[in-house]
Protein backbone atom coordinates (compact mmCIF):
# COMPACT_ATOMS: atom_id res chain seq x y z
CA UNK A 1 0.00 0.00 0.00
CA UNK A 2 1.80 3.06 -0.89
CA UNK A 3 2.05 6.42 1.09
CA UNK A 4 -1.83 8.06 -0.51
CA UNK A 5 -3.65 4.96 0.58
CA UNK A 6 -1.86 4.82 4.06
CA UNK A 7 -2.77 8.54 4.59
CA UNK A 8 -6.58 8.27 2.87
CA UNK A 9 -6.93 5.24 5.22
CA UNK A 10 -5.69 7.00 8.46
CA UNK A 11 -8.07 10.02 7.74
CA UNK A 12 -10.94 7.43 7.50
CA UNK A 13 -9.50 6.56 11.39
CA UNK A 14 -9.91 9.74 12.47
CA UNK A 15 -13.94 10.26 11.25
CA UNK A 16 -14.36 6.65 12.40
CA UNK A 17 -12.86 8.10 15.62
CA UNK A 18 -14.33 10.93 15.55
CA UNK A 19 -18.13 9.73 14.81
CA UNK A 20 -17.72 6.74 17.15
CA UNK A 21 -16.57 9.09 19.73
CA UNK A 22 -13.73 6.69 20.41
CA UNK A 23 -11.22 8.95 22.38
CA UNK A 24 -8.58 6.45 22.95
CA UNK A 25 -8.51 6.19 19.01
CA UNK A 26 -8.31 9.90 18.22
CA UNK A 27 -5.58 9.97 21.22
CA UNK A 28 -3.46 7.72 19.08
CA UNK A 29 -4.29 9.40 15.52
CA UNK A 30 -2.26 12.78 16.96
CA UNK A 31 1.60 13.29 16.95
CA UNK A 32 3.48 13.29 20.12
CA UNK A 33 6.60 14.81 19.13
CA UNK A 34 5.54 17.14 16.31
CA UNK A 35 3.60 20.36 17.15
CA UNK A 36 -0.21 20.16 16.78
CA UNK A 37 -2.62 22.43 16.21
CA UNK A 38 -6.59 22.45 15.71
CA UNK A 39 -9.30 24.92 14.64
CA UNK A 40 -12.78 23.76 15.36
CA UNK A 41 -15.57 25.62 13.66
CA UNK A 42 -15.67 29.16 15.30
CA UNK A 43 -13.38 28.58 17.88
CA UNK A 44 -9.92 30.43 18.27
CA UNK A 45 -6.81 28.26 17.27
CA UNK A 46 -5.36 25.69 19.92
CA UNK A 47 -1.97 24.53 20.14
CA UNK A 48 0.00 21.73 22.02
CA UNK A 49 -1.21 18.39 22.02
CA UNK A 50 -2.77 18.27 25.42
CA UNK A 51 -5.30 21.33 24.09
CA UNK A 52 -6.07 19.50 21.45
CA UNK A 53 -6.90 16.63 22.63
CA UNK A 54 -8.63 17.74 25.41
CA UNK A 55 -11.31 19.71 23.10
CA UNK A 56 -11.84 16.05 21.10
CA UNK A 57 -12.67 15.38 24.69
CA UNK A 58 -15.04 17.78 25.18
CA UNK A 59 -16.33 17.71 22.06
CA UNK A 60 -17.28 13.92 22.11
CA UNK A 61 -18.51 13.37 25.69
CA UNK A 62 -21.11 16.35 24.78
CA UNK A 63 -24.65 14.58 24.10
CA UNK A 64 -24.80 17.13 20.89
CA UNK A 65 -22.34 15.30 19.10
CA UNK A 66 -23.29 14.20 15.33
CA UNK A 67 -22.56 11.37 13.32
CA UNK A 68 -20.18 12.88 11.04
CA UNK A 69 -18.91 11.64 7.75
CA UNK A 70 -15.91 12.59 5.36
CA UNK A 71 -16.33 12.82 1.72
CA UNK A 72 -14.56 14.17 -1.41
CA UNK A 73 -11.08 13.48 0.26
CA UNK A 74 -7.84 14.13 -2.22
CA UNK A 75 -4.20 13.62 -0.79
CA UNK A 76 -1.22 15.87 -1.69
CA UNK A 77 2.03 14.51 -0.35
CA UNK A 78 4.98 16.96 0.33
CA UNK A 79 8.07 14.92 1.19
CA UNK A 80 6.99 13.26 4.57
CA UNK A 81 3.93 15.67 5.14
CA UNK A 82 0.81 14.69 3.61
CA UNK A 83 -2.38 17.10 3.42
CA UNK A 84 -6.04 15.65 2.68
CA UNK A 85 -8.77 18.40 1.83
CA UNK A 86 -12.11 16.88 2.45
CA UNK A 87 -15.99 17.68 2.88
CA UNK A 88 -17.50 17.05 6.51
CA UNK A 89 -21.19 15.95 6.20
CA UNK A 90 -23.08 15.30 9.33
CA UNK A 91 -27.03 16.36 10.38
CA UNK A 92 -27.15 18.64 7.03
CA UNK A 93 -24.49 21.23 7.18
CA UNK A 94 -21.05 20.71 5.34
CA UNK A 95 -17.86 21.78 6.12
CA UNK A 96 -14.47 21.90 4.13
CA UNK A 97 -11.85 20.23 6.30
CA UNK A 98 -7.94 20.03 5.70
CA UNK A 99 -6.22 17.37 8.05
CA UNK A 100 -2.46 17.56 8.27
CA UNK A 101 -0.50 14.60 8.95
CA UNK A 102 3.29 14.15 9.39
CA UNK A 103 5.60 11.01 9.55
CA UNK A 104 6.11 10.03 12.74
CA UNK A 105 8.06 6.66 13.86
CA UNK A 106 7.52 5.34 10.56
CA UNK A 107 3.29 6.06 11.14
CA UNK A 108 0.94 9.33 9.27
CA UNK A 109 -0.24 11.37 12.72
CA UNK A 110 -2.21 14.00 12.33
CA UNK A 111 -0.65 17.49 13.57
CA UNK A 112 -3.63 20.04 12.32
CA UNK A 113 -7.36 19.42 12.05
CA UNK A 114 -9.76 22.72 10.64
CA UNK A 115 -13.15 22.88 9.78
CA UNK A 116 -14.87 25.48 8.54
CA UNK A 117 -18.41 26.40 6.58
CA UNK A 118 -18.73 26.59 3.18
CA UNK A 119 -19.87 29.54 1.38
CA UNK A 120 -22.89 29.03 -0.97
CA UNK A 121 -23.78 31.01 -3.60
CA UNK A 122 -27.07 33.13 -3.65
CA UNK A 123 -29.59 31.82 -5.82
CA UNK A 124 -28.99 34.81 -8.08
CA UNK A 125 -25.36 33.76 -8.42
CA UNK A 126 -25.91 30.05 -9.12
CA UNK A 127 -26.70 30.04 -12.87
CA UNK A 128 -24.36 33.10 -13.64
CA UNK A 129 -21.33 30.75 -14.74
CA UNK A 130 -18.72 32.20 -12.75
CA UNK A 131 -16.99 30.39 -9.92
CA UNK A 132 -16.88 31.83 -6.66
CA UNK A 133 -13.16 31.57 -4.97
Not at 60 to 75: L, R
Request: charged residues 20%; proline residues 5%; negative net charge.
Amino acid sequence: MGDVDVVLSTNSVFYVAFATRDVAKMETLWARRSPVSCIHPGWQPLLGRDAVLASWRDIMSGPSSPPIHCANAVVHLVGSTALVICTERFSGTELAATNVFVKEDGAWRLVHHQASGIARPSDEDAGDGETLH
